[in-house]
């Protein structure tokens, strides 16, 4: 809605579509409440949102001075008044130009994740406090700084020219990606996995799939990494929300609609003679979403963190591809290995250290386990360290 409003009334006005559409649902709220939920609950909000919509722009005198010169004369010699489309289709148009605009270079990378959280996502202020481990103030202020950038460098809600589609297309990608990391590795206080932020991740990479221009190999590579990883969400974590290592999770939990589907869009991102970092990472989860545990399987996903770490280093992929190398070639390999990482203020190194150490030296576990709980962030994390210690003999 807040997309629909903006497209309309240009992208300057954006603050006063959230607060219409807050405005909206909370009449909703006391309205429900006394008469019940109306037949068509959506078709209600869109019509009290349209109202209100034109009520204030009227009101503001912004309809009369900069909506109406633009539109067409009836043939009475008044103004055909805009109507808000809230179709699906158009609400799809408008979600996907918003996103282009918020990913716009001019933009900082948080800022556009928390933008993309407030307009595109519908959380709270509060909810991206929490997401960045951050207070109210803070972030009011990044999105108010965010959205000044955008009305100073006249951005508009359209899509870029094609021959500029594949730069700003990548901005777009790494913000899908970012999103679906803060909910896959969630660093909030009481939460590990939040998947409502994976799944509006994959909603917003499966729009980009429906439109020619953006409907490119990387965009199904992406989308395919993102299904592969979600297909394992029910069995990273237990019902009191604590988190289950990769080998010790129930692969009868594991998804194999999202895995089938996964493997769909993987085939669709090998058109083409680009490999990205999406394509390698997708390789490397349709391999971990295999149930069986080979020395063939580990192998092929170290060769695959190889050509990752080339085009693309990371400090979390050099990790992980430590994790292979040990499934791969043993506990010593991967020792050597760690020892050249030093990744002294991250705190999944020292729980791979640990993981190594409790089958050869419970002491030594235990260190890494501890360096590992005073450098996590998460209370949740923090208790399953901690019953790993109590764990060892």
């Known amino acids: 809605m807040v997309a629909v409003i903006s497209w309309r009334f240009g992208l300057p006005h954006m603050e006063i579509a959230e607060d219409i559409v807050g405005e909206t649902f909370l009449l909703a709220i006391q309205n429900w409440e006394i008469n019940g939920i109306p037949p068509n609950p959506t078709g209600w909000l869109y019509k009290s949102a349209q109202r209100k919509t034109l ?5 503001a005198k912004i309809l009369e001075q900069k909506i109406l010169p633009e539109l067409s004369l009836t043939k009475e010699g008044g103004y ?6 809230f179709t699906r289709e158009n609400i799809k148009d408008s979600q996907l ?13 948080e800022a556009q994740i928390g933008l993309a959280l407030r307009i595109l996502c519908g959380f709270g202020v509060d909810e991206i406090a929490e997401a ?22 006249k951005v508009k809600m359209e899509l870029p020219p094609e021959s500029e589609i594949e730069e700003r297309l990548d901005n777009v990608l790494h913000l899908i990606y970012l999103l679906f990391n803060e909910g ?3 660093k909030t206080q009481n939460q590990i996995l939040r998947r409502e932020l994976c799944l509006d991740a994959l909603r917003l990479g499966k729009m980009l799939t429906e439109y020619g221009m953006t409907n490119r190999p990387k965009t199904n590579a992406l989308l395919a990494l993102m299904c592969f990883h979600a297909s394992r969400f029910s069995a990273r974590q237990t019902e009191n929300n604590s988190f289950i290592l990769y080998e010790n999770q129930d692969k009868d939990l594991w998804d194999d ?22 394509h390698l990472e997708a390789r490397i989860a349709s391999w971990h979403c295999r149930k069986e545990d080979t020395t063939e399987k580990w192998q092929n996903i170290l060769h695959l963190y190889d050509s990752l770490l080339l085009i693309n280093y990371s400090p979390s992929a050099a990790l992980n591809r430590t994790f292979a190398l ?5 506990i010593n390999a991967a020792l050597a290995e760690m020892k050249k990482l030093k990744l002294e203020n991250n705190h999944f190194y020292f729980i791979l250290l640990g993981e190594l150490y409790k089958q050869i030296d419970v002491e030594k576990a235990k260190f890494n386990y501890q360096i590992a709980i005073e450098l996590s962030l998460t209370k949740t994390e923090k208790q399953i360290l901690q019953a790993k210690i109590d764990s060892l003999v």
Do not use: V
């Open 80 to 85: 055909m008044m805009p109507e808000l489309d």
């Open 97 to 109: 130009r918003m996103l282009f605009a918020i990913c716009n270079p001019a933009i900082a990378s």
């Open 132 to 153: 960045f481990l951050s207070n109210k103030e803070t972030i009011n202020k990044r999105l108010f700084r965010a959205k000044e950038k955008l009305r100073a460098e």
């Open 257 to 278: 609609k999202l895995i089938d589907l996964g493997s769909q869009f993987l085939a669709l991102s090998a058109h083409g003679d680009e490999i990205s970092s999406y």
């Open 326 to 330: 040990y499934k791969a070639k043993g």
């Open 55 to 59: 009520y204030h722009f009227k009101r």
């Open 184 to 186: 896959y590795y969630s």
